[in-house]
């Protein structure tokens, strides 16, 4: 089969190539009808924003001279029913275990959390996303985030690579845990404004992808994006190793990036992501250091001061440290014997 399909009369345009497929046409009746039940390992979407008009520039200090046209709105009083219904979709491709992180911005979150919540994924993490330029504003304060809700299908082992970028004895110069930092819940990464460049009407960034496709699929799986856009997760997930496929239901955009994707080589983004150091973990194994132990009981005195329960607090330091769990409570323990004074809010 030629790598441009144009599909049968009645039927949408299909583009192949290295195993990724790619529909021209409407994502949720697509799904539907092209991706089986609990085929897919995770699923990333950036959805339509359902404002009213055509307002999407106004998000970007930027020339429209080299976007590309043919950008699909959704109305604003069908966005509730539009998200359950494209939700619903994702919900049954994904695999039992499978991991989904919708991009959204706050004028339509709600409905996008309602939907989320009428289905089985569960919640595991709201991750705001903290970007360059935001919309500038004189009686309110600058929208510069989105939110990036992580959800997973229950039934099956979640993917999730502890350390896909960095080791978990990994240390910055100050001595925090580069892993811990880069796996904290709020992600501040800059756009990409291409200038002089072809682009869509919204792109994500690729390190925004990356970390994503990095943390939550292993190279060889699969991973669907319902709104192709630019193409920006199917470029990023082939670039990494992955299998991609996708929908778009406009044809000029469509006919525009399929011609981009033949040219491109698996993989290609591996060389220049990241390489974690992983072993040996830390300082597991080795003897605590008076200097090291007085660190550990300040820093889990504070965290305790904070609210942080126990678990949280002995997992947090166990990053920062390079130390095992029972080797961080066995510490704990020492210092602070049952029937001793507590250390913070609940006891040690």
Same mark, same amino acid.
């Given at each position: 089969?030629?790598?441009?399909?144009?599909?049968?009369?009645?039927?949408?345009?299909?583009?192949?190539?290295?195993?990724?497929?790619?529909?021209?046409?409407?994502?949720?009746?697509?799904?539907?009808?092209?991706?089986?039940?609990?085929?897919?390992?995770?699923?990333?979407?950036?959805? #339509?924003? +359902?404002? !009213?008009?055509?307002? %999407?520039?106004?998000? @970007?200090?930027?020339? $429209?001279?080299?976007?590309?046209? *043919?950008?699909?709105?959704?109305?604003?009083?069908?966005?509730?029913?539009?998200?359950?219904?494209?939700?619903?979709?994702?919900?049954?491709?994904?695999?039992?275990?499978?991991?989904?992180?919708?991009?959204?911005?706050?004028?339509?979150?709600?409905?996008?959390?309602?939907?989320?919540?009428?289905?089985?994924?569960?919640?595991?993490?709201?991750?705001?996303?903290?970007?360059?330029?935001?919309?500038?504003?004189?009686?309110?304060?600058?929208?510069?985030?989105?939110?990036?809700?992580?959800?997973?299908? #229950?039934? +099956?082992? !979640?993917?999730?690579? %502890?350390?896909?970028? @960095?080791?978990?004895? $990994?240390?910055?110069?100050?001595? *925090?845990?580069?892993?811990?930092?880069?796996?904290?819940?709020?992600?501040?990464?800059?756009?990409?404004?291409?200038?002089?460049?072809?682009?869509?009407?919204?792109?994500?960034?690729?390190?925004?992808?990356?970390?994503?496709?990095?943390?939550?699929?292993?190279?060889?799986?699969?991973?669907?994006?319902?709104?192709?856009?630019?193409?920006?997760?199917?470029?990023?997930?082939?670039?990494?190793?992955?299998?991609?496929?996708?929908?778009?239901?406009?044809?000029?955009?469509?006919?525009?990036?399929?011609?981009?994707?033949?040219?491109?080589?698996?993989?290609?983004?591996?060389?220049?992501?990241?390489?974690?150091?992983?072993?040996?973990? *830390?300082?597991?194994?080795?003897?605590?250091?008076?200097?090291?132990?007085?660190?550990?009981?300040?820093?889990?005195?504070?965290?305790?001061?904070?609210?942080?329960?126990?678990?949280?607090?002995?997992?947090?330091?166990?990053?920062?440290?390079?130390?095992?769990?029972?080797?961080?409570?066995?510490?704990?323990?020492?210092?602070?014997?049952?029937?001793?004074?507590?250390?913070?809010?609940?006891?040690?």
């Amino acid at each position: 089969m030629e790598p441009h399909d144009p599909g049968s009369p009645g039927e949408p345009a299909r583009f192949e190539v290295g195993g990724n497929v790619f529909y021209n046409c409407d994502c949720i009746l697509g799904a539907r009808e092209f991706v089986a039940e609990n085929s897919v390992d995770l699923v990333i979407c950036d959805p #339509p924003y +359902g404002i !009213r008009g055509d307002k %999407l520039h106004r998000h @970007y200090n930027r020339s $429209e001279e080299f976007v590309v046209d *043919g950008y699909v709105e959704v109305a604003e009083p069908d966005y509730g029913e539009f998200s359950a219904r494209w939700i619903r979709e994702a919900e049954r491709i994904l695999r039992p275990g499978g991991s989904i992180y919708i991009v959204s911005g706050y004028t339509n979150l709600y409905h996008v959390l309602h939907a989320l919540r009428e289905t089985r994924l569960e919640e595991v993490n709201h991750v705001i996303w903290k970007y360059n330029f935001g919309v500038f504003t004189r009686q309110k304060y600058v929208s510069s985030h989105y939110h990036v809700l992580f959800y997973q299908k #229950p039934g +099956g082992r !979640r993917t999730f690579n %502890l350390e896909a970028r @960095y080791g978990l004895g $990994e240390r910055a110069e100050g001595g *925090g845990s580069l892993n811990y930092r880069d796996r904290e819940d709020v992600w501040t990464i800059n756009r990409e404004y291409k200038p002089g460049r072809e682009k869509n009407k919204n792109e994500l960034p690729t390190a925004l992808l990356a970390k994503m496709i990095q943390y939550s699929s292993d190279e060889g799986e699969t991973v669907c994006d319902l709104f192709l856009g630019g193409f920006s997760t199917a470029i990023t997930a082939i670039g990494l190793n992955r299998r991609a496929i996708g929908f778009e239901v406009s044809p000029r955009i469509f006919e525009r990036r399929t011609r981009e994707i033949s040219a491109l080589i698996p993989g290609f983004l591996l060389p220049g992501a990241r390489r974690p150091v992983r072993g040996p973990a *830390g300082r597991r194994g080795q003897a605590w250091t008076a200097d090291e132990t007085e660190r550990l009981l300040r820093e889990y005195g504070r965290l305790r001061a904070q609210g942080w329960g126990k678990g949280a607090a002995v997992e947090r330091l166990g990053s920062e440290f390079g130390r095992g769990r029972w080797s961080i409570e066995r510490v704990l323990k020492r210092a602070h014997p049952p029937g001793g004074p507590s250390p913070g809010p609940g006891g040690g």
